[in-house]
């Protein structure tokens, strides 16, 4: 059997130090295998049981192992089975279970740069996927830094509950029905513990500080090297444990995981790029035009929290600065750049004002800043008065966080840098909010969309050479996603 033939070539001992583990469908579930061992798995009500495992399984489906920054610095290439993979049965389920899901995943180990980058994320295990969630205003409960976490299907059911989306009768991302629910198709649950239901929000800003590592952010907090978010988080609730992305955690699928509380298998959008069956092209949404356009992807069923706010308060204003979920919102920066309409920019002293003055020589650095200072000045302009009320719901993307984590590992000094120029953004921000009067009367949040793991120095090596090596004809997507039917 191909399939069959294609996980013994990849997890052969010979590839261990390059594939931490591939994930495939079975006959009546699911198998996760590696060199040091496997697990099949299966659906049962609403849970999964283990159908049967050998050696070494390569996940530990547990929460409870959350490595503190030392200790994931002291082991940063940690694979899969020697620490946590919250969620690893359902995440791996509803991912396969897509129509556009490969025949097999390959999820690489953190000792190769697939990609040829310093850090990474994408696959199960904790540093990738676990992402900081910290929200602080009227509705939310003064709790501090809480040693629990959250999931990012459960962003949306919170942000629609703050912005006060009454409850409906709804379902689930395959259609089973749920009552109580805050958006029309929802998989996630709103965290009723952090929410104070005597008070609500006048207007919510989500600034989303693209694949920071959560222990690294806490750690910029506790040097007071984010000083606007740690403000947040004094006086609101901070997930110490994090915020945990679907499979795969990455930043299209969880974007829209985030704004629409379904998984990536289910919401049409599976990740950054794979293979449409149905039309038997590729799909890259990392290419600027498809980026653009992103949410044509999306289920029309399924509600953003933008449509969610306008079902229950047509009159209610949203605005989406670069970001990739912004169906259904008043004005978005992707929206005036579809209809090729002129965008505001800031003047150059606005695009330096955060700069690092070491790092913002970095061609990479300097570039991505400007896009930040960018996004803000979007949203800035809807709060200065000159575009009549403020929304009442404002989303601000920041990609500088994601682009250096990449360029030079999770917990090094051009990252802590992106970190402290980011949380200068939030401020700059929130001083605009303050001016208008209105702060005390609006509620921040700030999260991640995945984490980002340190990975090891070397060339990446091509899987899919092998597998033609031996004799094995296929379809291979951004280095990870094998379509055997797709040739």
């Known amino acids: 059997m191909p399939l069959d033939r294609t996980e013994a070539v990849l997890t052969d001992p010979t590839l261990k130090s390059l594939v931490d583990a591939v994930v495939r469908?079975?006959?009546?579930?699911?198998?996760?295998?590696?060199?040091?061992?496997?697990?099949?798995?299966?659906?049962?009500g609403d849970g999964f049981e283990v159908v049967s495992q050998t050696g070494r399984p390569p996940v530990n489906d547990t929460?409870?192992?959350?490595?503190?920054?030392?200790?994931?610095?002291?082991?940063?290439?940690?694979?899969?089975?020697?620490?946590?993979?919250?969620?690893?049965?359902?995440?791996?389920?509803?991912?396969?279970?897509?129509?556009?899901?490969?025949?097999?995943?390959?999820?690489?180990?953190?000792?190769?740069?697939?990609?040829g980058n310093a850090g990474e994320h994408g696959s199960l295990g904790i540093t990738q996927s676990r992402a900081p969630f910290i929200a602080a205003g009227p509705g939310v409960i003064k709790?501090?830094?809480?040693?629990?976490?959250?999931?990012?299907?459960?962003?949306?059911?919170?942000?629609a509950a703050l912005l006060g989306c009454p409850k409906i009768d709804g379902v689930d991302g395959v259609g089973t029905p749920r009552s109580g629910v805050r958006l029309a198709v929802q998989d996630g649950t709103e965290r009723s513990e952090m929410l104070d239901p005597d008070q609500r929000p006048e207007h919510v800003i989500v600034f989303l500080m693209d694949?920071?590592?959560?222990?690294a952010l806490h750690?910029?907090?506790?040097?007071?090297?984010?000083?606007?978010?740690?403000?947040?988080?004094?006086?609101?609730?901070?997930?110490?444990?994090?915020?945990?992305?679907?499979l795969p955690t990455a930043t299209l699928a969880n974007h829209t995981t985030s704004m629409t509380g379904v998984h990536p298998g289910r919401s049409g959008i599976l990740h950054n790029t794979w293979f449409d069956r149905s039309c038997g092209k590729s799909v890259d949404l990392l290419e600027l035009e498809s980026m653009m356009r992103a949410c044509d992807h999306l289920r029309p069923d399924i509600e953003t929290v933008h449509e969610a706010l306008h079902r229950a308060r047509p009159e209610a204003k949203s605005v989406s600065a670069f970001e990739y979920a912004d169906r259904g919102s008043d004005w978005s920066t992707w929206a005036e750049f579809r209809s090729k309409r002129s965008v505001s920019s800031p003047g150059d002293e606005e695009r330096r004002r955060h700069r690092h003055p070491e790092f913002g020589r970095e061609p990479k650095y300097r570039y991505m800043s400007v896009i930040d200072a960018q996004s803000v000045h979007h949203a800035q302009r809807f709060w200065d008065g000159s575009q009549g009320e403020p929304p009442e719901f404002t989303f601000v993307n920041f990609s500088l966080t994601d682009d250096i984590g990449h360029f030079r590992g999770p917990h090094s000094d051009m990252t802590r840098a992106a970190i402290t120029d980011t949380d200068a953004r939030i401020g700059q921000l929130l001083e605009v909010v303050e001016a208008s009067g209105r702060l005390d009367r609006t509620t921040a949040v700030v999260y991640a969309d995945h984490g980002m793991q340190q990975v090891a120095e070397g060339e990446p090596v091509d899987l899919g050479a092998i597998l033609l090596q031996e004799g094995i004809p296929h379809r291979m997507i951004d280095a990870q996603f094998v379509y055997l039917d797709a040739v």
Do not use: C
Not at 78 to 100: I, K, M, R, V
Not at 146 to 156: F, G, I, L, T, W
């Open 219 to 246: 750690a910029a907090i506790a040097d007071g090297e984010a000083p606007n978010i740690a403000a947040l988080a004094e006086r609101g609730t901070a997930y110490r444990d994090g915020l945990i992305a679907s």
């Open 143 to 159: 709790r501090g830094v809480v040693e629990e976490h959250m999931r990012m299907v459960d962003v949306a059911p919170t942000l």
């Open 25 to 44: 469908k079975t006959e009546d579930g699911y198998r996760m295998a590696s060199a040091r061992g496997s697990i099949d798995f299966r659906r049962d």
């Open 63 to 115: 929460v409870a192992d959350r490595p503190d920054a030392g200790s994931e610095q002291a082991d940063p290439w940690a694979t899969l089975g020697n620490h946590a993979t919250p969620y690893a049965f359902e995440h791996t389920a509803q991912f396969l279970d897509s129509e556009q899901a490969p025949d097999l995943a390959v999820l690489h180990t953190p000792s190769h740069r697939f990609h």
């Open 211 to 215: 694949g920071t590592n959560n222990n």
